[in-house]
Structures are given as C-alpha cells and as structure tokens.
C-alpha cells in the first residue's frame, strides 16, 4: 500500500519499483503486455465514461514505460512536495500517447516526481481516451501499420496540411474537473490557486493547449507545451505566460514556429528551446541529446516569473 503522509511524491518510486524489475528486460519499441499497477492515490474525477467503448481498461509497457489504454474513468494523482520545500505552486501533468494511449511512467509520474522534488505540489491527470482495440495483439498491429512519411520542413512557405481535428470534450472536461479539485482542496494540499499551471508531452500538449484555447473555468497561471503541435492558434486576451520546448528532429516541428509567433504576436510572455536532437517523447531526457536540460530550463523559467 502507498503512503501519502507526509510525502505522497516518494508514492511513484513505490510503482516503478514494482514496473521496472519487469520492464529493465524491455528496453525496445516491443509492446508487452503489462499487469495494471496499483494506483491508491489515484482520486476519481466523476467526469463519465467514454461512449462505444468495447474494451476496458489495460496496461502495456514499450521502451520499459508503463502505458495504459481504453480509460475510460478519468483520475488524478497528487504527488505533494515534503512541505518543508513546498512553494505554492501547482501542476497538473498531461502524459501523451496520440489520445489513444497515455505514457504513465515517462510523461506522467516520473515527471511529477521531479517536480515534487523542486517544492511544486504536482498531479498527474489521467484522462479518458479515445477506444482501441480490445486485443493487445491488434493494437500492437495497428501501431505497427506501415505509415506515410513525415512532411518535409516547410520552412516560411504554408505549414503541412493538419491532421483532422480530434472531439477533445472529454479530455477538456477532465482537465477542468483536475483543475476545480485542486482549486477545492487547495488548503488541505498547500497550493496557491493563483499559481496553477498545466504541463503536458505531445497529446498532452495538445491538451494543454486546447484547455488554454478554450476552457471557460480554468484560470491557468502559466502553461508548458513539451514536444506538441507548432501550428498557429488564435491566441485569447487573457492567455497565461508559456513555455515551449521541441526538439529539431521531432516529426511534429517541421520547421513550423506558428505557436511562438502568436503567442509573441499577442504580446504575451514566452519562452522557446528548439534543441538540436531529442526526437520525439524524450520525457525529462535520453542519453547524449540537447533536450536533456529542458527540465532545469523549464524550473529556471519558473523561478524567473516568481511560479517558484
């Protein structure tokens, strides 16, 4: 059983002890099937189901990360800093995964442990998804289906054609549930309401982005889009401060810089690191990549604009 008193961050190091013994012997882009792993200190978020939904929810592992699939009852996780280093600040942390999947380990509770670690009371959100199949053995043929190239970097020509636009109201209604319990028992958990931020890692940078785009109850103090779409948006009057960080050789860049320039455009605070290399889903970082110290630059931006 995890403990949430006094430290319920160290409740993560509990979990992967228990995933990584099995996952060390899967270092490689290979789907395993995964046994669904204790989460206690997962909160409901009551926010309903998901409709068609023929399957229930399952767990795999790929590159030793633990992923979960087919949710369909959305949940937060508080992992709360020792409060002898808590600041104030809050963040709710949105793994990716296509909103098919969600990547639990590298972009959700690892995340949130570092975090935790610098003083900021952090919540893993995970949200509800879009069906896949019920059998891991036609999902893991579905991932590997042959696809079409990436498009070429378009430079100051129109950016590549976008994908069609996916119904996010599930997912929207999950982030604002996330962010109305935080606000609720901001007292009990030691949060600033005035200092919520929301961070996510590709789909959950999109997420991040379309909660900032098109909420109307979340007051976000700061946003922290990692590895999403660069397109351009329509930026709202009141749009939070926002930090960006991408690597040059991720397929989702494509030489695009259309989300900087609105957000510059508009007048609003933010900051850009285009790392030469990382790829795409590279977490808090893989060996011998410049995107490995996006963290400590994401921390310092923070400390900079008084969120720590």
């Known amino acids: 059983m995890l403990n949430t008193q006094p430290f ?8 992967f002890s228990l995933l990584l013994t099995t996952a060390a012997m899967a270092q490689d882009g290979t789907i395993y099937p995964l ?11 009551n926010t309903g189901g998901v ?10 592992r790929q590159w030793g990360d633990p992923m979960a699939r087919n949710i369909t009852e959305a949940t937060l996780t508080p992992l709360l800093p020792d409060p002898d280093k ?27 442990e570092a975090l935790a670690d610098q003083g900021i009371a952090a919540f893993v959100l995970k949200y509800r998804l879009h069906p896949t199949a019920e059998r891991l053995e036609d999902f893991t043929a579905f991932m590997e289906r042959p696809r079409p190239p990436a498009p070429a970097s378009t430079g100051d020509a129109a950016p590549a054609p976008r994908r ?17 319990m935080i606000v609720e028992r901001a007292d009990e958990w030691g949060v600033n309401t005035d200092r919520i931020g929301m961070i996510g890692f590709s789909a959950g940078a999109g997420l991040t982005m379309h909660s900032t785009l098109n909420s ?14 660069m397109g351009p948006v329509e930026v709202p009057a009141d749009a939070p401060p926002m ?8 397929f989702l860049f494509g030489g695009q810089f259309g989300l900087i320039k609105s957000w510059f455009d508009a007048k609003v605070p933010v900051e850009f690191h285009l ?4 790829g795409h889903g590279f977490g808090l970082g893989n060996p011998d990549r410049t995107s490995n110290r996006w963290f400590d630059a994401f921390i310092h931006w923070l400390e900079v604009n008084d969120f720590k």
């Open 35 to 45: 046994d669904a792993p204790d989460e206690p200190n997962a909160i409901p978020l």
């Open 8 to 15: 319920p961050a160290r409740a993560a190091l509990l979990v």
């Open 216 to 229: 109307q109850t979340m007051d976000l103090a700061f946003i922290g889009p990692i590895y999403g779409g």
């Open 86 to 112: 808590a600041n104030g600040t809050a963040v709710i942390v949105a793994p990716g995964g296509g909103f098919m999947w969600l990547s639990m380990g590298n972009e959700g509770w690892e995340v949130a």
């Open 275 to 278: 790392y030469q290399n990382g």
């Open 164 to 180: 069609p636009q996916r119904d996010l109201s599930n997912q929207l209604e999950d982030a604002e549930a996330a962010y109305a």
């Open 243 to 250: 930090f960006v960080a991408i690597a040059s050789d991720d």
């Open 51 to 60: 409709d068609d939904q023929p399957a229930s929810e399952s767990w795999f």
